[in-house]
């Protein structure tokens, strides 16, 4: 059953985005109440459904992101299917998509078009680089956005190739924001009665958990680059560290846990040296700092080091791959991953709703859809 005393029972949300940001925007409205219709192309689906690897045919990338959904598949290139998905707007409080502008127009999928059909209606539009302007039709995904907004140009080794992150973290900051602007766009109705569009960008919601990076390269023109082994460039030491027998994070983030963490190194010499006795002279003498400090870290094995490190209260921890975090205590503790039963893939893997809200908390409802599971009179508001 559809999650009844969720935070969004009883919205209505017409899902026709696909891939990740706009998925991903939709999970988390589905996971808090919401009744979410996405619909698909009929042949192929949502393209992550090829996205390898399989359960019992089934993409786990699709899987991932959508569950607590339903799926009506329809034709949005031909003229039926632009006019049963009109003819139902009237029956959604929101409507989702994350097609580029020209198909949009090409489609009569507009804002205007659709919210004089309903003046209520929530319209999220997401967008590689926004609606208009030199770059709005072209094709944007994570990897292009990371390097047109400078993310890659800071990720990885001074002397490698440009890097972007292990996950695809800008397509899901967008989702974030799209369900964050829905909500705000929701708020705002019970006031004024209206609907209204949300506009979020791949490439605006990058930069603004950027800003302290534009800030710099605004006021000093210069660019900032990558750091060696991902250490800070404000705080020292503070990066990945390598050990006997692999690699530790370790974080001396003030000159309050510095002394604790040169005695656990067995170097209360590096304490007392005047080059280092604040974190400002520390990042200024980083380079001999960091010298001195491999060495010994590399004379235990990464299990000793963090245990030594923790029992002095110095910020410290592994780097777990994703098998291990699957039996990590806290995750464990959280209960963060879920196991659903699918009629047709078996057991899924999932993870829960990070935002736990004590009264309507959030659900695991509905299985991921199969491609055109639902009927087409899904699409109509039943009484």
């Known amino acids: 059953m559809m999650n009844s005393v969720g935070a969004l029972a009883g919205i209505r949300v017409l899902d026709l985005t696909r891939i990740a940001s706009g998925p991903y925007a939709t999970l988390l409205l589905a996971d808090h109440g919401a009744d979410v219709v996405k619909v698909e192309e009929p042949s192929r ?6 996205f390898p690897p399989y359960i019992a045919g089934e ?10 959904k339903k799926s009506v598949a329809l034709d949005l290139n031909s003229a039926r299917g632009q006019a049963l998905l009109r ?3 009237p029956d959604f409080d929101v409507l989702i998509h994350n097609y580029r502008p020209a198909y949009v127009e090409r489609a009569r999928l ?16 997401i967008t590689g680089f926004g609606t ?28 490698g190739p440009p890097q972007r992150p292990g996950v695809n973290l800008i397509d899901h900051l967008a989702g974030v924001n799209a369900a964050f602007g829905i909500l705000l766009a929701l708020k705002a109705r019970e006031r004024t009665g209206r609907g209204q569009r949300v ?3 791949l490439l605006d919601s990058l930069l603004s958990c950027s800003g ?14 990558p750091t060696s082994h991902n250490q800070h460039a404000q705080i020292v030491p503070y990066g990945t560290f390598r050990t006997a027998d692999g690699y530790i994070n370790i974080g001396v983030l003030n000159d309050k846990v510095w002394q604790p963490f040169c005695h656990a190194l067995s170097r209360d010499d590096l304490s007392a040296d005047p080059r280092f006795q604040t974190n400002a002279l520390r990042v200024e003498h980083k380079s001999a700092l960091l010298d001195l400090i491999r060495p010994v870290l590399l004379t235990r094995a990464s299990g000793e080091w963090l245990e030594s490190f923790e029992a002095v209260g110095i910020p410290c921890g592994p780097i777990n791959s994703f098998a291990e975090v699957l039996t990590d205590p806290q995750v464990i503790h959280n209960s963060l991953l879920v196991e659903m039963q699918h009629p047709a893939y078996g057991s899924v893997t999932v993870v829960r709703s990070p935002v736990l809200l004590s009264e309507t908390p959030a659900s695991v ?5 199969i491609l055109g599971e639902h009927p087409i009179s899904t699409l109509r508001r039943l009484a």
């Open 110 to 125: 507009g804002y205007e078009e659709l919210a004089a059909i309903n003046p209520r209606l929530i319209y999220c539009t």
């Open 45 to 50: 689906g949502d393209d992550t459904r090829a």
């Open 199 to 201: 506009e979020v960008s």
């Open 212 to 225: 302290y990076l534009v800030a710099a390269a605004a006021a000093n023109g210069k660019a900032p680059r």
């Open 365 to 369: 409802s509905l299985a991921p859809p």
């Open 132 to 159: 208009s302007g030199p770059k709005a039709d072209k094709p944007a995904y994570d990897l292009f956005v990371a390097g047109i907004a400078g993310l890659m140009s800071v990720t990885g080794e001074p002397d």
């Open 87 to 89: 003819s139902a707007v």
């Open 59 to 68: 993409s786990t990338y699709y899987l991932s992101l959508n569950r607590g």
